[in-house]
């Protein structure tokens, strides 16, 4: 088993940064992809980013590219998402997830592919 517990939602204008984390305890870190989700109310779960075992590969939503950017921090056990240039739609529930590693990065965007989950941390960006 793997525990995710977020942190670091909020309230912020358009234009500004949040950075959230996700504190990952139970099994060995470095041996799962981890991935950011996020759900708006009345939307489905969409892939936002992942990073890799290593940390040496990030993927990035065609909608975040080049505002998040995802990292983690192999010795804290912790993975973040830097968000900055906050727009309106980023508004939603952002969850963190972890699946097994697995070389093929195209499963890396399907929620389904994920085994644990967070409970999610509320992100608000206000006009």
């Known amino acids: 088993q793997v525990q995710l517990v977020e942190s670091g939602g909020g309230l912020v204008q358009a234009g500004g940064s949040l950075r959230l984390s996700c504190a990952a305890s139970?099994?060995?870190?470095?041996?799962?992809?981890m991935g950011w989700f996020r759900q708006a109310p009345g939307k489905e779960r969409e892939f936002v980013a992942a990073?890799?075992?290593?940390?040496?590969?990030?993927y990035y939503a065609d909608s975040v590219k080049g505002r998040f950017t995802i990292s983690r921090d192999t010795a804290k056990n912790t993975v973040y998402l830097q968000m900055n240039s906050l727009k309106p739609e980023d508004t939603a529930v952002y969850y963190c997830?972890?699946?097994?590693?697995?070389?093929?990065?195209?499963?890396?965007?399907?929620?389904?592919?994920?085994?644990?989950w967070g409970q999610g941390t509320q992100v608000t960006v206000s006009s």
């Open positions: 997830a972890a699946r097994q590693k697995v070389y093929d990065s195209r499963r890396y965007y399907n929620a389904r592919d994920y085994d644990y």
């Open positions: 990073i890799n075992w290593s940390g040496g590969s990030t």
């Open positions: 139970g099994r060995t870190f470095s041996n799962y992809v």
